[in-house]
């Protein structure tokens, strides 16, 4: 079997949690020490080797999945990662893996998404392990038993019984209640959004029913120019699968849930939500059933509250009932459209060579300044780099800096500080076995992250800077 991992994402449904550049699968939920995209990997290196493994997801993303790939230890080294040039939906982005591998025809392919939460990983296995006995004539989906009417996500009718699970008599779009209800009464399933298909099978259904999908990949196609021939996305159900007279589907043996709102996160705490779950401090009085999530470690009190879902990045505080959490999708756009144009900067934010904290932050004025807590991890190093408009002083609070300002470079231990102009090239890197903590201090008229200007960088992030060398 080879594996395809899908790690796009908007970022929308778990507000202010998720966001553009970091969508959930990569979010530590309470009580968890792995993400939803680490676990995903580590379902498909408990049946294949990592070579046979290619996440694909947006440039943005990249840095994500080498972190998260990177903290999984020397197994997951080999898992290969393709960023597509601009997002068009799931189809191409299987198309995308088809071309940039070596997987010849005959293989079986497992799609997966990754921000998916699945309990049972036996039972998954064994599912998955009788799709692949009908892979190579039918496009095998897996059904998961409704436990409530929900309207967020497709339902499949089931047809006749085949030797492996059902053929697919039709899909239904996302219901109203009433419908959903009906549905489940009728005995359909959700649309889980995992697919399991020979790889002959599928260039041959696409072929037939996504042309323009078939066409844009052609041998002579870059990469490139195939994304650039595609002027909408397309998804792999409304593609293909829906179209097709080929599809079977196998009722779910594993708990399964796409975690597409906050009420959602139930089915990840067995006892529900009877006690808050936080990573924030909490007081919580003549009150049950809150979900409250805290990144800021200040005091939280909810006084005679029920049902309620409390989010707290610093930045954002989301306060909703639990039954309207599904409109929390609609919040960033909202966001966007205001007056204020909100932007999608975290308080808390990863990078490639670590992690930052925006401890304090005023722009807009002449005097603008903001502070964070920078940590980089072990052997790693920011890109060498400039900013137009903005000083920066460092404060090393522990481990030891190596710090290059245009061709000079030293160590700076820490209760030692350094000082970087606007327009010097400069560089920070650590070079020791533990992490490097920083204070650094930014001052100028502009202390945004836009005004960075790259000439080297580790990661693969562009250089617009190198034209000026």
Same mark, same amino acid.
């Given at each position: 079997?080879?594996?395809?991992?899908?790690?796009?994402?908007?970022?929308?449904?778990?507000?202010?949690?998720?966001?553009?550049?970091?969508?959930?699968?990569?979010?530590?939920?309470?009580?968890?020490?792995?993400?939803?995209?680490?676990?995903?990997?580590?379902?498909?290196?408990?049946?294949?080797?990592?070579?046979?493994?290619?996440?694909?997801?947006?440039?943005?993303?990249?840095?994500?999945?080498?972190?998260?790939?990177?903290?999984?230890?020397?197994?997951?080294?080999?898992?290969?990662?393709?960023?597509?040039?601009?997002?068009?939906?799931?189809?191409?982005?299987?198309?995308?893996?088809?071309?940039?591998?070596?997987?010849?025809?005959?293989?079986?392919?497992?799609?997966?998404?990754?921000?998916?939460?699945?309990?049972?990983?036996?039972?998954?296995?064994?599912?998955?392990?009788?799709?692949?006995?009908?892979?190579?004539?039918?496009?095998?989906?897996?059904?998961?038993?409704?436990?409530?009417?929900?309207?967020?996500?497709?339902?499949?009718?089931?047809?006749?019984?085949?030797?492996?699970?059902?053929?697919?008599?039709?899909?239904? &779009?996302?219901?109203? #209640?009433? $419908?959903?209800?009906?549905? +489940?009464?009728? %005995?359909? @399933?959700?649309? =889980? /959004?995992?697919?399991?298909?020979?790889?002959?099978?599928?260039?041959?259904?696409?072929?037939?029913?996504?042309?323009?999908?078939?066409?844009?990949?052609?041998?002579?196609?870059?990469?490139? &120019?195939?994304?650039? #021939?595609? $002027?909408?996305?397309?998804? +792999?159900?409304? %593609?293909? @699968?829906?179209? =097709? /007279?080929?599809?079977?589907?196998?009722?779910?043996?594993?708990?399964?849930?796409?975690?597409?709102?906050?009420?959602?996160?139930?089915?990840?705490?067995?006892?529900?939500?009877?006690?808050?779950?936080?990573?924030?401090?909490?007081?919580?009085?003549?009150?049950?059933?809150?979900?409250? @999530?805290?990144?800021? /470690?200040?005091?939280?009190?909810?006084?005679?509250?029920?049902?309620?879902?409390?989010?707290?990045?610093?930045?954002?505080?989301?306060?909703?009932?639990?039954?309207?959490?599904?409109?929390?999708?609609?919040?960033?756009?909202?966001?966007?459209?205001?007056?204020?144009?909100?932007?999608?900067?975290?308080?808390?934010?990863?990078?490639?060579?670590?992690?930052?904290?925006?401890?304090?932050?005023?722009?807009?004025?002449?005097?603008?300044?903001?502070?964070?807590?920078?940590?980089?991890?072990?052997?790693?190093?920011?890109?060498?780099?400039?900013?137009?408009?903005?000083?920066?002083?460092?404060?090393?609070?522990?481990?030891?800096?190596?710090?290059?300002?245009?061709?000079?470079?030293?160590?700076?231990?820490?209760?030692?500080?350094?000082?970087?102009?606007?327009?010097?090239?400069?560089?920070?890197?650590?070079?020791?076995?533990?992490?490097?903590?920083?204070?650094?201090?930014?001052?100028?008229?502009?202390?945004?992250?836009?005004?960075?200007?790259?000439?080297?960088?580790?990661?693969?992030?562009?250089?617009?800077?190198?034209?000026?060398?």
């Amino acid at each position: 079997m080879k594996f395809v991992i899908l790690a796009g994402g908007s970022g929308t449904r778990l507000w202010p949690l998720s966001r553009e550049y970091f969508p959930k699968q990569f979010i530590r939920f309470p009580g968890r020490q792995t993400s939803l995209f680490q676990d995903t990997v580590r379902r498909c290196l408990e049946t294949t080797e990592p070579e046979n493994i290619l996440v694909v997801a947006g440039l943005n993303h990249c840095f994500l999945i080498r972190s998260d790939l990177e903290e999984m230890g020397p197994g997951a080294e080999g898992v290969r990662i393709l960023g597509e040039p601009c997002s068009r939906n799931t189809l191409p982005a299987l198309w995308a893996a088809l071309r940039e591998t070596p997987w010849g025809r005959g293989e079986v392919l497992v799609v997966l998404p990754s921000d998916h939460w699945i309990r049972g990983d036996e039972e998954f296995y064994e599912n998955l392990r009788a799709a692949t006995r009908i892979a190579h004539s039918r496009l095998v989906i897996f059904g998961i038993r409704p436990d409530r009417p929900h309207t967020g996500y497709g339902y499949i009718a089931p047809g006749k019984p085949l030797e492996t699970g059902f053929e697919v008599e039709s899909f239904r &779009e996302k219901p109203d #209640e009433k $419908k959903a209800t009906e549905y +489940i009464e009728r %005995g359909f @399933l959700w649309n =889980s /959004g995992m697919l399991v298909a020979g790889t002959d099978l599928l260039v041959e259904e696409t072929r037939e029913h996504a042309p323009e999908i078939h066409n844009a990949f052609r041998e002579e196609n870059t990469l490139e &120019e195939a994304y650039g #021939e595609l $002027k909408k996305g397309l998804s +792999i159900d409304y %593609g293909i @699968l829906e179209k =097709s /007279g080929n599809v079977a589907v196998i009722p779910a043996d594993f708990q399964w849930d796409d975690l597409g709102s906050f009420d959602a996160l139930k089915k990840m705490y067995p006892d529900g939500w009877g006690c808050s779950r936080s990573e924030g401090r909490l007081l919580q009085m003549d009150g049950q059933n809150n979900l409250v @999530l805290s990144e800021t /470690g200040r005091k939280i009190v909810l006084l005679g509250q029920t049902g309620q879902v409390v989010v707290d990045t610093g930045d954002c505080l989301l306060v909703c009932p639990a039954d309207r959490a599904q409109m929390v999708g609609q919040v960033p756009e909202a966001l966007r459209n205001s007056p204020e144009n909100e932007l999608e900067e975290r308080i808390r934010d990863r990078r490639p060579w670590g992690e930052y904290t925006v401890l304090e932050a005023e722009s807009g004025t002449e005097h603008a300044h903001k502070v964070k807590r920078i940590r980089v991890r072990p052997g790693k190093r920011i890109s060498y780099q400039k900013h137009r408009y903005r000083s920066e002083h460092w404060v090393v609070l522990s481990g030891t800096a190596r710090v290059t300002i245009g061709e000079d470079t030293s160590d700076v231990a820490a209760g030692e500080s350094v000082f970087v102009r606007p327009g010097q090239l400069h560089r920070l890197e650590n070079p020791g076995p533990g992490f490097l903590e920083i204070i650094e201090v930014q001052m100028g008229s502009r202390v945004d992250e836009e005004d960075i200007v790259r000439f080297d960088d580790d990661f693969g992030r562009p250089c617009s800077g190198r034209d000026e060398l």
